[in-house]
T-cell receptor, first 121, second 107 residues
Framework: QITLKESGPTLVTPKQTLTLTCTFSGFSLSTDGVAVGWIRQPPGKALEWLGLVYWNDDKRYSPSLKSRLSITTDTSKNQVVLTVTNVGPVDTATYFC?????FGSGWIDFWGPGARVTVSS | DIQVTQSPSTLSASVGDRVSITCRAS??????LAWYQQKPGKAPKVLIYDASTLESGVPSRFSGTGSGTEFTLTISSLQPDDFATYYC?????????FGQGTKLDNK
């Protein structure tokens, strides 16, 4: 059974760094073709893709956020970490981690339940 | 970036209706398109990938067609569980992009 779950702070102060951890089970990020990514959704708005990491550590980021994003992995712990620096109110959103369908080129077959993050002083 | 635009933004329909949602890409994406269903407070769920392949376990009343720049998600006979928001997503290249969503509500 494949599961993913996001964890991290629910409230972040403006200009600080947001760190979210995705802990997954039922698959390995060491397996060829596997990818884990992050998507966010501001309240009442559409989904926004942030970035992903492949099994071979190749990483892709949204160009509009690339300067503030970082995705790292801990394969031994089955974790993928998203870091967003210098956050502002526009970063208030539910953050989802998700698995890219193996060799599926970018569609998502499993999602975590989401972590709601508010940026406010 | 490849933009994907959905229409309509809101669709009112009744149980038993046949409904269609359109997704248009700003340039050709072949069949690199997926459709998701999202209910309030929940994560999206994939319905269709590669424009027309039904994900395992998804009811056959859902279908996807199209290639190039124009795609359609059709629900052949709307069921009570289908009232939700639907998103398309292109994955021809990065950044991956989603449509703005279509909210399907009960007329």
């Amino acid at each position: 059974q494949i599961t993913l779950k996001e964890s991290g702070p629910t409230l972040v102060t403006p200009k600080q760094t947001l760190t979210l951890t995705c802990t997954f089970s039922g698959f390995s990020l060491s397996t060829d073709g596997v990818a884990v990514g992050w998507i966010r959704q501001p309240p009442g708005k559409a989904l926004e893709w942030l970035g992903l990491v492949y099994w071979n550590d190749d990483k892709r980021y949204s160009p509009s956020l690339k300067s503030r994003l970082s995705i790292t992995t801990d394969t031994s712990k089955n974790q993928v970490v998203l870091t967003v620096t210098n956050v502002g109110p526009v970063d208030t959103a539910t953050y989802f981690c998700a698995r890219g369908a193996p060799f599926g080129s970018g569609w998502i077959d499993f999602w975590g339940p989401g972590a709601r993050v508010t940026v406010s002083s | 970036d490849i933009q994907v635009t959905q229409s309509p933004s809101t669709l009112s329909a009744s149980v038993g209706d046949r409904v269609s949602i359109t997704c248009r890409a700003s340039r050709s994406i072949s069949t690199w398109l997926a459709w998701y269903q999202q209910k309030p407070g929940k994560a999206p769920k994939v319905l269709i990938y590669d424009a027309s392949t039904l994900e395992s376990g998804v009811p056959s009343r859902f279908s996807g067609t199209g290639s190039g720049t124009e795609f359609t998600l059709t629900i052949s006979s709307l069921q009570p569980d289908d009232f939700a928001t639907y998103y398309c997503q292109q994955y021809l290249n990065y950044p991956l992009t989603f449509g703005q969503g279509t909210k399907l509500d009960n007329k």
